[in-house]
């Protein structure tokens, strides 16, 4: 039975690396038909930050993610706070005293900040120089008495090695001597992330440890831990850290940010959770759009790669538009309505585009919305651009490029091209190959030598801009009444001398 946890600590918002981390354990669970558990670690009460286990578990929920255990859904296992299981380090720390595999530390924070300067000075190797471990009892007893505060540490082995197998980095050899006594049990009666990590993956009944690579120079540690308990090991695999394209530590240079900002800034939680999966883990073959499901049946931890991974924000960017492709016409309006209402991204709220489109939504019916958005659906990689690309369509106000009207405008025949456009309208509806039959129309009868000639000038009157989607689509899309509108309001500003530069 396979059981993994994903173990976050609430000291912040959790960006690409540690959701990879979540991403691994929670396919491996899938994989096997095993369970897969969240436990929030929250042993430094200092460095916890108010509202962090719920931007954690929400961004698990957005990404897909479900958990078998864990804070909210509870399970046999818990509590899933490790501050609330204090009581069961507490006993596991007092097992290791009694057979003398840790020790009561008394060292003032005084003398451990000497402690420090003298092996500094001296170029010595630095770290706890465990001199309370060899303290006779009488001496122990004596510092207890004068009621000194202490914390409780490993014992490490004098001698000898540390060897654990990585399924990801192999065979990791450490020398014992080399390892500090590792405090376990710190002064205020919390444990160390050493301790209650160990313990709390024995009794829950971790079977793999899956995590990222900066925790890999604790293992040694934790290997010491268990053979101290007399426990067997789980199978670690320590993920390889994440790179940005130009080789350096993965930051926010690269497009990283916390896993929430992501949907703010308009990408779908399925196509984040596949891209974030695929950095360092590939299927075995070159699918790169991939479904949890999918992941879920192709996971193995063999396919992890020892190299870094690459983020890549616009190959995550061009993803995004694949998995916006794919919704279908009344998937994509939701969608797009519900990340228009519920995003906090200031640059998009505060967008006029973004005005407009929530206008549109009380205003316009749903049909020609949807219309509207499907024209862009092809071209979009963030809900965001909806807003922009849509505009207008929901607002007839709209400005004109200055480079499509100095190129079009001035044409002699432009003015009899939307007279044309506007005579020939029929009455109700339009369909495509009625607006295309309606633009060659005028191309002939204006004698033009390319249709582009009347595309181009059509497309700046109706849309105000140079670029879009096809302009029979949007002619369709639009319907007689809105094209008449526009052109006549075009024309008037050409008459009134608008546009004369
Ligand atoms: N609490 C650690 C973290 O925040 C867990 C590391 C582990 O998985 O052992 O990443």
């Known amino acids: 039975m396979v059981r993994v946890r994903y173990a976050p600590s609430p000291t912040g918002s959790p960006h690409v690396g540690n959701i990879r981390t979540a991403l691994f354990n929670y396919l491996m669970a899938r994989r096997h038909g095993g369970q897969f558990?969240?436990?929030?670690e929250d042993t430094d009460k200092a460095r916890e930050v108010p509202g962090a286990v719920e931007e954690?578990?929400?961004s698990l929920r957005w990404l897909g993610l479900t958990w078998d255990e864990g804070p909210d859904v509870g399970g046999p296992y818990g509590p899933y706070f490790q501050s609330q299981r204090l009581d069961l380090y507490h006993k596991r720390v007092e097992e290791l005293i009694a057979s003398g595999h840790a020790y009561r530390c008394y060292c003032t924070p005084e003398e451990l900040a000497e402690m420090r300067e003298f092996q500094r000075i001296n170029k010595l190797p630095t770290g706890y120089d465990r001199r309370c471990r060899f303290r006779k009892p009488e001496e122990l007893e004596r510092l207890a008495a004068e009621g000194r505060p202490s914390v409780v540490r490993l014992a490490m082995p004098l001698e000898g090695t540390i060897v654990?197998?990585?399924?990801i980095r192999g065979r990791v050899e450490v020398e014992s001597k080399l390892v500090d006594d590792q405090v376990l049990l710190k002064a205020d009666g919390y444990p160390t992330y050493h301790l209650a990590n160990v313990v709390d993956d024995h009794e829950q009944g971790i079977t793999h440890v899956i995590r990222g690579d900066e925790w890999i120079s604790s293992t040694p540690k934790h290997v010491?831990?268990?053979?101290?308990?007399?426990?067997?090991?789980?199978v670690f695999a320590h993920a390889p850290i994440i790179k940005g394209p130009d080789g350096a530590k993965l930051s926010k240079r690269h497009g990283d940010t916390r896993c929430l900002d992501y949907r703010e800034k308009g990408y779908l939680g399925a196509a984040v959770a596949n891209f974030i999966a695929l950095i360092g883990w590939s299927p075995g073959d070159d699918r790169e759009k991939m479904s949890l499901r999918e992941m879920e049946e192709a996971f193995s931890i063999e396919r992890i790669q020892p190299n870094p991974g690459v983020f890549d924000i616009t190959k995550l960017q061009w993803l995004n538009g694949v998995y916006i492709r794919d919704l279908n016409a009344s998937e994509l309006y939701d969608t797009v309505r519900q990340y228009h209402e519920?995003?906090?991204d200031p640059e998009y709220r505060q967008s006029k585009a973004a005005q407009t489109l929530g206008k549109a939504f009380e205003e316009f019916s749903r049909e020609y919305v949807t219309s509207a958005l499907l024209l862009e659906q092809e071209r979009v990689r963030l809900l965001s651009d909806f807003a922009e690309a849509s505009e207008f369509f929901f607002d007839e106000e709209y400005e004109y490029?200055?480079?499509g009207v100095a190129k079009w405008f001035g044409q002699e025949y432009v003015v009899r091209l939307f007279e044309f456009v506007i005579e020939n309208l029929p009455g109700a509806a339009l369909s495509v190959e009625e607006a295309e039959g309606l633009v060659n129309g005028a191309a002939d009868a204006l004698g033009l030598a390319k249709r582009a000639e009347a595309i181009h000038p059509l497309r700046v009157a109706l849309t105000g801009r140079t670029k879009g989607p096809g302009l029979f689509e949007l002619m369709s899309v639009l319907g007689p009444d809105r094209i008449r509108r526009r052109l006549e309001r075009t024309l008037?500003?050409?008459r009134e001398g608008a546009f004369a530069s």
Do not use: C, H, K, M
């Open 401 to 403: 490029d200055p480079n």
């Open 56 to 58: 954690i578990l929400e």
């Open 164 to 167: 654990f197998e990585d399924s």
């Open 224 to 234: 010491v831990l268990y053979r101290a308990f007399g426990w067997e090991l789980p």
């Open 492 to 494: 008037a500003l050409i």
């Open 37 to 40: 558990i969240v436990r929030i």
């Open 342 to 344: 519920t995003t906090q």
